[in-house]
């Protein structure tokens, strides 16, 4: 069964600073991978995907995250952190076996301090 | 218009009430799910429906029923609803592997 592990429920950066937020899955198959932004008061955005191809993704805002098959794992930065990527971010697998259904992370919220 | 729109966007209401959140979407996609989200639990799967006449529970189904009026709509309804079913509930279309969500109903039991 398809399942996924943000690690870290909150975390703090400086203006400027790397954005890594981590993520690990775990899925009987190669999976589809994804990000989700939620600003305050907000649904749900997609920040970018991996499906096949380049393990490399690069996505809105400036963020890019890195699919690598043999740690299982699917983290989210960002070189330099700006007031506006305060938000909750949330990975997310969809599996074909599982019907393509989205399933997510407990989410980690990101402060960004001036 | 949204693609996704769920109506109430805020909602409270008492324990033992019966309640509907509902969504419609104008992607003309087959599938519609109901997810909540709680702090630090992320979003889980309550029903999902790959098309009308095929409704499936999620992980967390108890409490919950669904009824899917057409391709477009696909309602949520909490027979009788309880304090930890506050939270904030998205209704989302897929086709079949990219999702559009919703803005959020958040409910509140008291």
């Known amino acids: 069964a398809q399942s996924v592990t943000q690690l870290g429920s909150h975390v703090s950066v400086s203006e400027g600073a790397l954005v890594l937020l981590r993520c690990n899955y775990s899925?009987?198959?190669?999976?589809?991978l994804f990000w989700y932004v939620q600003y305050p008061n907000q649904g749900l955005q997609l920040l970018l995907k991996y499906t096949t191809g380049a393990t490399l993704v690069k996505g809105i805002n400036g963020f890019e995250a890195e699919f690598k098959k043999s740690e299982t794992s699917f983290h989210l930065t960002k070189p330099s952190a700006h007031m506006s990527d305060a938000a909750e971010y949330f990975c997310?697998?969809?599996?074909?076996?599982?019907?393509?259904?989205?399933?997510f992370g407990g989410g980690t919220r990101v402060l960004v301090k001036p | 218009d949204a693609d996704v729109t769920q109506t109430p966007r805020n909602r409270i209401t008492k324990t033992g009430k019966r309640i509907m959140l509902e969504c419609s979407q104008t992607?003309?996609?087959?599938?519609m799910y109901w997810y909540r989200q709680d702090p630090g639990l992320g979003l889980r799967l309550i029903y999902y429906?790959?098309?009308?006449?095929?409704?499936n529970k999620g992980e967390i189904s108890d409490g919950y029923s669904v009824s899917r009026q057409a391709q477009a709509k696909f309602s949520l309804s909490l027979e009788s609803a309880i304090p930890n079913q506050t939270a904030l509930y998205f209704c989302?279309?897929?086709?079949?592997?990219?999702?559009?969500f919703g803005s959020g109903t958040r409910l509140t039991v008291v």
């Open positions: 899925s009987s198959v190669p999976p589809y």
């Open positions: 989302a279309t897929s086709d079949p592997r990219v999702f559009t």
């Open positions: 429906s790959f098309d009308v006449k095929d409704i």
């Open positions: 992607k003309g996609h087959d599938r």
């Open positions: 997310a697998v969809s599996e074909k076996a599982a019907g393509n259904k989205l399933t």
